[in-house]
Nanobody, 123 residues
Framework: QLQLAESGGGSVQAGDSLRLSCVVSGRPFTKNVVGWFRQAPGKEREFVAA????????EYQDSVNGRFSVSRDGPTNTAYLQMSRLRSEDTATYFC????????????????WGQGTPVTVSS
């Protein structure tokens, strides 16, 4: 049984940077992917970024590609989402998720989810 806990959200101005953390607890950790998703009020949950834990391969939504970077630290089972040049449209609650997935961009493919951390970007 895995548990995920996000942290690092907050309120920032457009153009600022923010780093989110996701601690994955439970041993052994055998999930192959950690993904980041976000959901704004009244909107659907959308894919942001993901990383294959072993290989380190990453994927990004087009709107964040070049601005966001996902990474992981194996010894601490922590995934990070470094967000730069934030825009007002990045405002949402951000979730990390993990699981053995076939399509890492599909939220329904993930087995375990954190409770989310809110990010507000003011223009």
């Amino acid at each position: 049984q895995l548990q995920l806990a996000e942290s690092g959200g907050g309120s920032v101005q457009a153009g600022d940077s923010l780093r989110l953390s996701c601690v994955v607890s439970g041993r052994p950790f055998t999930k192959n992917v950690v993904g980041w998703f976000r959901q704004a009020p009244g909107k659907e949950r959308e894919f942001v970024a993901a990383i294959y834990w072993v290989a380190g391969t990453t994927e990004y939504q087009d709107s964040v590609n070049g601005r966001f970077s996902v990474s992981r630290d194996g010894p601490t089972n922590t995934a990070y989402l470094q967000m730069s040049r934030l825009r007002s449209e990045d405002t949402a609650t951000y979730f990390c998720a993990s699981g053995w997935v076939r399509n890492i961009r599909n939220a329904d493919a993930y087995d375990y989810w954190g409770q989310g951390t809110p990010v507000t970007v003011s223009s």
